[in-house]
Every structure is written in C-alpha cells, then in structure tokens.
C-alpha cells in the first residue's frame, strides 16, 4: 500500500512559479513510476510527465507541446518524494495536479487507468 500527499499549490502570477511535491508512503517507492497529472474545471484528467523508478523522464505529444522546457519532473528516492517544479506558468495551467504511482506502467504510462495509486491533489491556479 502507498499513500501520496500533494503539497504546493495556490496562486501565481502567469510567467511565475511553483513547485509541488508529492510524498510518498511505504518503503517500495523506489520501485514505482511517478506520474503527474491534472484535471481542469470541466476537463478530463491529463498526463502531464512521469519518471520511472530508474529516473528516466517521460512525456507525451501533447503534455511536451503544453509543458517541456517548462515543467521538470524529479524524485529523491530517499526522502520518498517526487517533485514537479513548474516555470513561466501560464493562466492554462490553471488545474488540480494529481500525483500517482504506478508498479507497471510500461509504455502506457500517460493513461491513468495504469496507476495504482493517487493523492488527494493540489489545486494551482494562475491569474492573468
């Protein structure tokens, strides 16, 4: 069992910054991918990156168009902690970030249904 707590969020200024954290319970951290994603006021749920349990970093067509070059992914396995810190956020960011956990994501892991577990998430919104 892993349970997940999101820190972070609140309001920013477009062109601002945050970074959220997502800590971990359970001592097989290390062995699971860790995926954000987000879910905007009347939207579905969106990946946004995922690193896996060997640090490599993924994105997907559509979240590296929205977000590479702006929001970086990282873990410490040591403190059981994975991070997504957000640069020159844009009002289109506006969302609740979710963090997750997933023990076999494989190539799918841009899908939600792959996780197996999810916080509670992390409101950011970012005005104009």
């Known amino acids: 069992q892993v349970q997940l707590v999101e820190s972070g969020g609140g309001l920013v200024q477009a062109g601002g910054s945050l970074r959220l954290s997502c800590a971990a319970s359970g001592r097989t951290f290390r062995s699971y991918a860790m995926g954000w994603f987000r879910q905007a006021a009347g939207k579905e749920r969106e990946f946004v990156t995922t690193?896996?349990?060997?640090?490599?970093?993924?994105?997907?067509?559509h979240s590296a168009d929205s977000v590479k070059g702006r929001f970086t992914i990282s873990r410490d396995n040591a403190k059981n902690t994975v991070y997504l810190q957000m640069n020159s956020v844009k009002p289109e960011d506006t969302a609740v970030y979710y963090c997750a956990a997933g023990s076999n994501t494989g190539s799918d892991y841009h899908i939600p249904r792959r996780y197996d577990y999810w916080g509670q998430g992390t409101q950011v919104t970012v005005s104009s």
């Open positions: 690193t896996t349990w060997s640090g490599g970093i993924r994105y997907v067509a």
